[in-house]
């Protein structure tokens, strides 16, 4: 029998491709293991708790100076309620998610379930949008900022003061290159890059308190102008709750938290249908980050807005974006400054390390499935690539400005963390849990009025928001529009009944019917079968299979097939099918049969009625139309060989 001759890969493109998934030979995708097989072996918690953390953590390196910017004398106030919305709001939100959603996929997946055909796609898109928007901007903000605190550190300003940009650049660049070598190597350097960042912040926690406490009036300066200001207590935690929004970016973190949950190692022999063990030490991953990062967060307010002139956090003064640095360089010398400096860049710069996980994790679960994307987008090194490309054409828009970023981060941080509110108070109203609901619900008003007023104070991340998220759709139609005639099946099942009815005519010709199933009655049958006879001028010994595609979810690109074999009124043998495309799945058929029996099929249709374009839009949106010459095309993609190739006939 003959076969297609494919030449070998080469190396450059096998190392690309390495751990692709056949699609449509019978290898499951990365990340749909059945529920007997085992979870992967993953990393402890807190080591994967460290490669999310160089995103969160990571925020210290210029939160602080967006508090002083935003609420001055009251940052410290203001920080506290972001620290009670985070641990009283954002972790149980995010705790809950881990326990829906346990694969990685995150809020965006709990939500999906809620939608379904083309309206479900485009919903998922537009959230894809928003994280797209999170985690790229991550990586780009937090290059630009790494460049910033090696741009004006004392030893290095007047060498590089207008290199800022070519640093960002080849900080994104270096974090790529972590990610074509491999993911273990990341998660490594991220442990170190953490655990030194959180002694020596420590450290600069514990000096700048010192220097509070020893300079006694420092504490009753602030008090007293604090008083001045706004009166009293209620005053203030009420202008801290409308300045809440502008310290947003402090709950960066949480949504790669949950994304990079395949990551974390589960019990011994738990399987991927239920990872109890993954999801109870992801909740230890997320608790035990949040209270680290608020810890820090309350405690490097205080001190930052106590012992930092108020003008040195504006544009242009030395504590802009880097309150922290400026302290240790300050109190404890330019030495230890350097050091700390060098932590700080180092680990901003990785920080776009748990954002690139979040994104290697999370698109290629989608947009493949949905034929919105190549083949090869499951592959790692890939997709690093595109994002680093991305990433690059980002970091020359904003012109490596952190603050010009703050608005498009700001924005999908909060779009996402709303979105994942809102899930999580369906899935508790759907599991009748009513004081859960009420929680949740109280949380997703909060959010979502703090989304909204970040929106109308800072509309640019917004409209950087939606450029990615047209980008998507657009990229997304027309990759699907590109891939549309591809076989889009990943395994053909056929049950007892069908393979009787396959063995039966591999002995002779094999002859199949399609049939749009009608009222299913005898004489359709019938006259189905005097038809097809009387168009191709084929004899009454001619013996035929009918076939019946019913279209499920037209939306859904890939899937497996389950053939299921009937006879109806005693005579007529019928194949069954389900699938989001009728032409896809009879193509998927036909070879499965040829390749079973070693026979080539012939399959048989009737025109059908309408313009060509009209039916090609029916098939490309909802899996009908023009079947025929669809099939025929799809079986010509499929199989190159003309002589190997099932027979297509239409009268």
Known sequence: MATTEHPPPSRLRAWMLEGLSDMGKGHAPKGTQTAEEPAQEGQPWYRVMCLTGVDYFSTLGYQPGIAALAAGLLSPIATIVLVVVTLAGALPVYRRVAEESPHGQGSIAMLERLLTFWKGKLFVLTLLGFAATDFLITITLSAADASTHLVENPHLESALHDKQMLITLVLVALLGAVFLKGFLEAIGVAVALVGLYLALNAVVVVSGLYHVITAGHVVTDWTSALTAEHGNIFVMIGVALIVFPKLALGLSGFETGVAVMPHVKGDIGETEENPEGRIRDTKKLLTTAAVIMSCFLITTSFITTLLIPEKEFESGGQANGRALAYLAHEYLGNAFGTVYDVSTIAILWFAGASAMAGLLNLMPRYLPRYGMAPHWARAVRPMVIVFTLVAFLVTWIFDADVDAQGGAYATGVLVLISSAAIAVTIAARKAGQRNWFIGFAVISVVFLYTTVVNVVERPDGVKIGACFIA????????????????????????????????????????????????????????????????????????????????????????????????????????????????????????????????????????????????????????????????????????????????????G
């Open 471 to 650: 980008g998507i759709i657009l990229i997304s139609l027309l990759s699907r529009l590109l891939r549309a005639f591809e076989l889009r099946v990943t395994g053909v099942t056929l049950d007892v009944m069908a393979e009787r009815f396959i063995r039966d005519m591999a002995s002779r010709k094999i002859r199949f019917i399609a049939n749009e199933p009608d009222s299913r009655d005898k004489a359709e049958y019938r006259d189905k079968i005097e038809q097809i006879r009387t168009d191709n001028d084929l004899s009454e010994q001619e013996d035929f299979v009918f076939v019946e595609v019913t279209v499920t979810d037209p939306s859904e690109f890939e899937a497996g097939l389950i053939v299921r074999g009937q006879v109806m009124h005693d005579r007529y043998r019928v194949l069954t099918l389900e699938s989001s495309s009728i032409p896809n799945a009879l193509a998927a058929l036909l070879l499965n049969v040829r390749d079973t029996t070693g026979c080539i099929p012939h399959i048989y249709f009737e025109w059908t009625e309408g313009t060509p374009f009209a039916n090609f839009l029916r098939f490309f949106l909802f899996g009908q139309g023009e079947v025929a010459p669809v099939t025929r095309e799809v079986l010509r993609e499929a199989e190159p060989d003309r002589d190997r190739r099932p027979r297509v006939h239409t």
